[in-house]
């Protein structure tokens, strides 16, 4: 089975930085997916990290370390736009994905 | 737009009612799923349909009975329920159930009450 720690909150203001950090227990490991869910809203595939490094998509980027089951979403130059529930997620062998409760991110101006 | 479609998007119902959520995904994928997201605990799954075949049944009550007729259409039948299935539910689909980087769509979910 999955266990998947995220932090429950964090907040931060317009133009600057957050990591949000994932951490997870798996009986077998086969990718880690962030997703963004706005309220009231589907969640968006945010990105998807299958072997070790760093991947970068404009202003976020995420990193994944298979060793430590660590992974973290970094959101650069924050705009109120990005204010939502950030989800992780940890795909087993078997294809199944097992989600973290959600870190909600408050951007202030 | 997700090209992941769920109706109704609000529903209150009675315990003793029977209703149905409706999926309907535009994307050409083969696999579609039902999640359910209780205020602050994860995304559970419920179902999962690969090829119209259902290959996963993630311990759900028999109260809640999947549907799928085709790839592109997923449906959740809902009878005699309790208060605690009052949740969100979320219906998703990808290229297949397994696969290499396959994400899951999301569609906006149905935002379910049961009084």
């Known amino acids: 089975g999955q266990n998947i720690d995220q932090p429950t909150e964090m907040t931060a203001t317009e133009g600057a930085i957050v990591q949000i950090n994932c951490t997870y227990q798996?009986?077998?490991?086969?990718?880690l997916f962030w997703y963004q869910q706005h309220a009231g809203e589907a969640p968006t595939f945010l990105s998807y990290n299958v072997l070790d490094g760093l991947e970068e998509k404009g202003r976020f980027s995420s990193f994944l370390s298979r060793s430590k089951g660590y992974s973290y979403l970094l959101l650069k130059e924050l705009q109120m736009k990005d204010s939502a529930s950030y989800l992780c997620?940890?795909?087993?062998?078997?294809?199944?994905?097992?989600f973290g409760a959600g870190t909600t991110v408050t951007v202030r101006a | 737009e997700t090209g992941v479609t769920q109706t109704p998007r609000h529903l209150v119902m009675g315990m003793t009612n029977k209703k149905s959520l409706k999926c309907e995904q535009h994307?050409?994928?083969?696999?579609m799923y039902w999640y359910k997201q209780s205020a602050k605990k994860p995304l559970e799954l419920m179902f999962v349909?690969?090829?119209?075949?259902?290959?996963e049944n993630n311990s759900v009550p028999s109260r809640f009975s999947p549907e799928c007729p085709n790839s592109s259409h997923l449906f959740l039948h809902l009878h005699t329920l309790q208060p605690e299935d009052s949740a969100l539910y979320l219906c998703?689909?990808?290229?297949?159930?397994?696969?290499?980087?396959?994400?899951?769509?999301f569609g906006p979910g149905t935002r379910l009450t049961v009084t």
């Open positions: 997620a940890v795909r087993a062998l078997d294809y199944k994905l097992s």
């Open positions: 798996t009986s077998g490991f086969n990718g």
């Open positions: 349909y690969n090829f119209k075949e259902q290959t």
């Open positions: 994307l050409g994928h083969n696999a």
């Open positions: 998703a689909s990808s290229q297949e159930a397994g696969g290499s980087s396959y994400e899951q769509y």
